[in-house]
């Protein structure tokens, strides 16, 4: 065994297995603004880490981070990206000190043998992390590291891949796969944040649920054929749900923890599973 695969061992060796296993959950993280804004939306995030074990660490799959290959974030203390245009100044003075965990990070790159997940040195944390964490951990008190999505890749791909992800559960690493169920920004109405959804949106975000409630991992990964794309007009905020649901361990339970619109174009439901 070569040097850098006894310290991995190592490494995994000083994060014993939990009798419970590590929630993983899917955010419907919306319109940047939510990161300042009060409402049911955020409300339920902030009810969310007062009613949850804090956890070894928190790995994130957003919606903002594709890579052409898989790549996870090594930084032990990783910058807040403000990969965003055109909103107050509030927004872009904000930041999330969280430190990284280049130590799990690594544990992730050996788990996953579907990939050659590769290191990265640079990467901080997204608009996709830090609009929610700043709710649930407002201390950022708990590492957080990042994994990307290959969007050269199709959905049954990530499915598979987040299976291999399974183990850091119960090393008591909490996954947080950030997204949209529908997302489509170019038909948003920025009248008004409750303005109506349109049909398609109302549609499309109950197809879905009804799938993940019947556990048809099938219709959700084949969701292109069952819908126009006017709700996933590109694929990168549905793929964090993709991800969630490979992550569900046998019939552990999942619950819708909120469930509501935005600008008539994006769906803000949000899942617990385990």
Not at 73 to 86: C, E, F, L, W
Not at 157 to 163: N, P, V
Not at 189 to 195: H, Y
Request: glycine share 6%; aromatic share 10%; with cysteine.
């Amino acid at each position: 065994m070569d040097m850098q695969l006894q310290e991995l061992h190592k490494i995994a060796g000083r994060f014993k297995s939990r009798e419970t296993i590590s929630p993983v959950f899917f955010i419907g993280h919306g319109n940047p603004m939510n990161a300042v804004w009060d409402n049911d939306f955020t409300r339920s995030l902030t009810a969310l880490g007062k009613r949850i074990d804090k956890p070894n660490a928190v790995l994130v799959i957003s919606a903002h981070w594709e890579t052409v290959g898989t790549y996870v974030s090594v930084h032990p203390q990783p910058r807040t990206i403000h990969d965003i245009g055109g909103f107050p100044e509030e927004l872009y003075q904000f930041h999330y000190p969280s430190a990284g965990h280049p130590e799990f990070a690594r544990m992730l790159r050996e788990m996953v043998t579907l990939a050659d997940v590769k290191e990265d040195h640079l990467m901080g944390l997204d608009h996709g992390a830090w609009t929610i964490l700043k709710y649930i951990w407002p201390d950022a008190d708990v590492p957080v590291f990042e994994m990307s999505m290959d969007y050269t890749r199709s959905p049954q791909y990530h499915f598979q891949l987040a299976a291999q992800l399974k183990e850091l559960r119960k090393k008591g690493v909490l996954i947080l796969c950030s997204g949209n169920i529908v997302h489509n920004v170019a038909m948003m109405d920025w009248k008004a944040i409750d303005a109506k959804p349109y049909d398609w949106t109302l549609e499309f975000d109950a197809f879905v649920k009804k799938q993940i409630d019947d556990r048809n991992m099938a219709a959700l990964l084949n969701y292109s054929s069952t819908s126009s794309r006017l709700a996933v007009p590109t694929d990168e905020h549905y793929m964090p749900l993709v991800y969630a649901m490979g992550l569900v361990q046998g019939n552990e339970d999942i619950q819708h923890i909120f469930e509501g619109y935005q600008y008539a174009s994006l769906s803000m439901r949000c899942l617990q599973i385990g």
